[in-house]
């Protein structure tokens, strides 16, 4: 398997805005985004470096991969504003981070190999944002969406705003299906599809309070009552 590794850089782009790039093929490591919410436990592993807990305001590099624990939860935030949750026993690794503030335009890949999530989009260019899981490619206009993926892969799509596009990766001649919410969507090992896709209410993906740039350093996360309203 080839390995990923992801360099820090500035562009300028023809407005004279700073473009931000993550791209394969560096060792140099800078944060993409932060942590915005901790619940019980989470931990990251950046490229070619030991496992670490993580923290509230602690910076989310290229190529890290992060996960929660049982009853877990971890919310990441990206420089553009884009949002991904994940719920309990949930990992996520970040492929490839590209980011022009000036245009919007760029690319945001991440990989979902099992647990829950939420995405919420932010200020990048959704043409260049796919989510990919062990049999499915997902990519988002003006979009939340949860999506739960199971120990074989099956994936279950919930569009809640927006709409949703998927494609399996796998099966003889794959078709990209186009979900607009409200509307779910499920791909099988093998590249089955339905529209019964099925996602946790996992507490987890709810909103929180803001908690300030403060990093925390206690074993657990917050335990705000939230009620989880359908809103994001």
């Given at each position: 398997m080839q390995r990923r590794t992801f360099v820090t850089g500035l562009a300028i782009a023809a407005g004279g805005a700073a473009a931000i790039r993550w791209v394969p093929g560096a060792r140099a490591?800078?944060?993409v985004g932060s942590v915005a919410h901790v619940e019980v436990w989470a931990y990251g592993t950046p490229p070619q470096a030991r496992r670490r807990d993580?923290?509230?305001a602690d910076d989310v590099v290229g190529g890290e991969r992060v996960e929660t624990v049982p009853?877990?939860?971890l919310h990441v935030v990206f420089l553009d504003g884009t949002e991904m949750r994940l719920g309990s026993e949930s990992a996520?690794?970040?492929d490839?981070?590209?980011y022009d503030p000036g245009s919007g335009g760029g690319e945001l890949l991440l990989n979902l190999p099992a647990g829950v999530f939420r995405f919420i989009s932010g200020n990048l260019n959704e043409e260049g944002i796919v989510l990919t899981t062990p049999v499915a490619q997902i990519g988002v206009r003006g979009s939340v969406v949860d999506i739960?993926?199971?120990?074989?892969?099956?994936?279950d799509i919930m569009v809640r705003e927006g709409t949703g596009l998927i494609t399996p990766l796998e099966g003889p001649?794959?078709?990209?299906k186009e979900v607009p919410a409200p509307g779910t969507a499920s791909v099988s090992p093998g590249g089955g599809t339905s529209d019964a896709g099925a996602v946790p209410n996992d507490p987890g993906l709810r909103s929180r309070p803001s908690r300030g740039p403060g990093r925390r350093r206690g074993r657990g996360g917050s335990r705000e009552e939230s009620s989880d309203?359908?809103?994001p």
């Open positions: 490591q800078e944060g993580l923290y509230i009853q877990g939860a996520m690794t970040l490839s981070y590209v739960a993926v199971a120990d074989d892969g099956k994936t001649a794959p078709v990209t309203d359908g809103s």
